[in-house]
T-cell receptor, first 113, second 115 residues
Framework: SQQGEEDPQALSIQEGENATMNCSYKTSINNLQWYRQNSGRGLVHLILIRSNEREKHSGRLRVTLDTSKKSSSLLITASRAADTASYFCATASPQGGGSRLTFGEGTQLTVNP | NAGVTQTPKFQVLKTGQSMTLQCAQD?????MSWYRQDPGMGLRLIHY???????DQGEVPNGYNVSRSTTEDFPLRLLSAAPSQTSVYFC??????????????FGPGTRLTVL
C-alpha cells in the first residue's frame, strides 16, 4: 500500500473547532511535510518536521512525528472557513538527495461557517 | 521572483499526439520534479532531477521523458498521448543539501485531457 496514508479521508467541522489529521508511513524518512491544496490550485507547503524532531508549531498548526510508530499528525486549532482544503502529508526518502517526496491521498477538510 | 511557472495551463490532445509541458523556476533550486494528480488522489512522482544533466525515474515514469539541460528548466515530454494520461500535472522545485531537507515549491499545474 501507499507510503504516507492519511486518515480520515474526509473531515467536516464547525468554525472554531480543532481539526486533526493523521498520516502513517512505512519506510525510513528524512523528513515529513504537510501541504495544503485549495480546489483546483497548486500545493502550498505548510510545515516540515525532520526525523529527529518530535513536535513543531507554526501559527495555528501543530505537527507531531512518532518515528517508532511511523506516524504523524497535523492539528489545526481554531479552524476558519478559509482552512477548507485538501491536506496532504509527504515523506522524504534518502533518494534524490533527500528531496524525493511520496504523497498520501489526502484528507479533505471542510470547515462550516 | 516568479517562483515555479508552468505552461500551458490547459491542453487537449488526441490519442497518439506528443507534446511538451514546460516548467521553469528562478530560485536556483537544484532539485526539480514532475507529479501527476488524478481526481481525488494524491500526487504521484513521474520523474525528478537533482541537477543539470541528471534525471531519474519516479513511481510512474512510463510514457514520459524528461531532460535537464539548465538549472532553471525541466520540461516533461509525452511521447504518444493516451487517455490514461489525462490528469493534472505539477512541477515542483527545492534546494538540495540542507540538513534535514527543505520544502518544495509547486507550480500552478497543467490540466491535460487526452481524447
Amino acid at each position: 500500500s501507499q507510503q504516507g496514508e492519511e486518515d480520515p479521508q474526509a473531515l467536516s467541522i464547525q468554525e472554531g473547532e480543532n481539526a486533526t489529521m493523521n498520516c502513517s508511513y512505512k519506510t525510513s524518512i528524512n523528513n515529513l511535510q504537510w501541504y495544503r491544496q485549495n480546489s483546483g490550485r497548486g500545493l502550498v507547503h505548510l510545515i516540515l518536521i525532520r526525523s529527529n524532531e518530535r513536535e513543531k508549531h507554526s501559527g495555528r498548526l501543530r505537527v507531531t512525528l512518532d518515528t517508532s510508530k511511523k506516524s504523524s499528525s497535523l492539528l489545526i486549532t481554531a479552524s476558519r472557513a478559509a482552512d477548507t482544503a485538501s491536506y496532504f502529508c509527504a515523506t522524504a526518502s534518502p533518494q534524490g538527495g533527500g528531496s524525493r517526496l511520496t504523497f498520501g491521498e489526502g484528507t479533505q477538510l471542510t470547515v462550516n461557517p | 521572483n516568479a517562483g515555479v511557472t508552468q505552461t500551458p495551463k490547459f491542453q487537449v490532445l488526441k490519442t497518439g499526439q506528443s507534446m511538451t509541458l514546460q516548467c521553469a523556476q528562478d530560485m536556483n533550486h537544484e532539485y526539480m520534479s514532475w507529479y501527476r494528480q488524478d481526481p481525488g488522489m494524491g500526487l504521484r512522482l513521474i520523474h525528478y532531477s537533482v541537477g543539470a544533466g541528471i534525471t531519474d525515474q519516479g513511481e510512474v515514469p512510463n510514457g514520459y521523458n524528461v531532460s535537464r539541460s539548465t538549472t532553471e528548466d525541466f520540461p516533461l515530454r509525452l511521447l504518444s498521448a493516451a487517455p490514461s494520461q489525462t490528469s493534472v500535472y505539477f512541477c515542483a522545485s527545492s534546494y538540495l543539501g540542507l540538513a534535514g531537507g527543505s520544502e518544495q515549491f509547486f507550480g500552478p499545474g497543467t490540466r491535460l485531457t487526452v481524447l
